[in-house]
């Protein structure tokens, strides 16, 4: 890892920014890079079992984002592979029917600072709406069922590689696939085979 990246991730763990707004006593900014990291992986916020946890995808939905990629922990943990990079790095608390979005503090601080120091991503994932909204450009996609829907569209970034968007795996996205069966049908195979090309399994 290099000294700038190290300097990076030591400056976002201490990160305050928007510690007034949070729900707990002491935040926690979860996130796990590195400058070898060849898939990113861009989701929401860490939940309140990944607060406690300190691991990413600590839950539910990790099981089963896992298994739409169709890896193992082992492999999913390896940030020397694949990195993680929440829209927003801690915990927003919980709203009406969830967890609330993402502080929008966040991204706009760190993000693009961060990828500047992985140079070899080949593949980066945007899971549910947060991170397509802000990474998709403007105007491709009238929701998030649409964008996965053309998923085979989406330009390659500069300093994403391809990008990929997908659904966010919570308890609700069992109804979305059922009524959306292209998905498990056309899209997950797809997202496999990438995925795997990808980091080199």
């Known amino acids: 890892m290099s000294d700038t990246l190290d300097a990076l991730l030591a400056d976002i763990r201490v990160c305050r920014l928007c510690e007034a707004a949070l729900p707990h006593k002491e935040p926690r900014p979860y ?51 694949i990195a993680q990079m929440p829209s927003g790095f801690c915990y927003p608390g919980k709203g009406n029917g969830g967890d609330l979005p993402p502080r929008p503090e966040c991204a706009p601080r760190w993000h693009a600072s961060l990828l500047q120091e992985m140079p070899q991503l080949r593949l980066t994932l945007l899971v549910g709406q947060h991170a397509q909204k802000r990474y998709l450009p403007r105007g491709f996609a009238s929701g998030m069922t649409q964008a996965v829907q053309r998923w085979r569209e989406v330009p390659t970034s500069a300093s994403l590689g391809q990008v990929f968007p997908l659904p966010h795996p919570a308890w609700r996205s069992r109804m979305w696939m059922a009524r959306n069966p292209w998905f498990e049908a056309e899209v997950l195979p797809a997202l496999q085979r990438r995925v795997r090309e990808t980091i080199q399994l």
């Open 31 to 81: 996130l796990a890079v590195s400058a070898t990291a060849r898939l990113l992986i861009i989701g929401q916020a860490p939940g309140s079992k990944v607060h406690a946890s300190g691991i990413g995808w600590d839950d539910d939905s990790g099981d089963r984002l896992r298994g739409w990629l169709g890896l193992d922990k082992t492999t999913f943990y390896d940030s020397a592979r």
